[in-house]
């Protein structure tokens, strides 16, 4: 079957999850605590990020979930702010991420573009943060679409913001693929009658991610190939 355009998720697909997040989460923590250490140590149990490991345990709610989720789990540790003010710093300080692609971005994204596919990224970062990251990669104008889980679509699993990408670009679900590394990214494919591809790029490992993909890939470099097959 020939597809006429590919959305990817951002997080764990386009750019390495632990590479990006971890370090950057684990300062994170370090500020919003005050150099509390029971305080950055409940901040982190809230996100279930292991500090000995300076990573985000595979349960985290973080890992898929959006901005706003993640405001919400750490503004019950820090009850003198607000979650409009938690949402607004983690997107800022998201924005200025060290970014760690899953493969050289910039070569990847235009051989899919020579094969005539229309790309897009649709995450549940805030929408700031997805343009300034891959303003940042020096791809953000590759894409015919990008959007956040705020951009007014909803957020995965839900399929409404993956339809939208299909209307902004005109090509109908079936002839879409969705690439990501979350079940989220999944779920929300397949219910908008896309095809399903996943990565290992995430913190989720085959097992979970296989009952819901057409395909597992080992990183998005290895579309080219499947698509070909």
């Known amino acids: 079957m020939r597809y006429d355009a590919i959305l990817f998720d951002k997080d764990g697909t386009l750019f390495d999850f632990g590479g990006t997040w971890n ?6 923590l370090k500020d919003l605590s005050g150099g509390d250490p029971a305080l950055k140590q409940d901040l982190a149990d809230r996100i279930h990020f292991d500090l000995d490991s300076v990573s985000f345990r595979p349960d985290s709610p973080v890992i898929a979930g959006t901005n706003r989720e993640a405001s919400f789990l750490l503004q019950q540790g820090l009850p003198d702010r607000s ?20 493969v050289p971005l910039a070569g990847f994204l ?15 970062d805030a929408e700031i943060s997805a343009h300034a990251q891959l303003r940042a990669a020096g791809v953000l104008e590759r894409f015919d679409f990008v959007a956040g889980a705020d951009s007014g679509h ?21 002839r879409t693929v969705m690439v990501g590394d979350s079940t989220h990214d999944l779920i929300a494919g397949r219910a908008a009658g896309m095809t399903v591809v ?31 097959a």
């Open 110 to 124: 235009d051989s899919l573009a020579a094969r005539s596919l229309r790309l897009g990224v649709m995450t549940n």
């Open 198 to 228: 996943a990565v290992l790029t995430g913190p989720a490992e085959v097992a979970e991610l296989q009952p819901h993909a057409d395909v597992v890939l080992p990183d998005i470099g290895h579309l080219p190939e499947w698509l070909d």
């Open 83 to 102: 979650i409009d003010d938690l949402d607004r710093f983690l997107a800022e300080r998201a924005a200025l991420a060290p970014l760690v692609p899953a």
């Open 154 to 174: 909803g957020a995965k699993p839900s399929p409404d913001p993956l339809l939208a990408f299909c209307r902004s670009v005109g090509v109908a679900p079936g």
């Open 23 to 28: 370090v950057w989460a684990a300062n994170l």
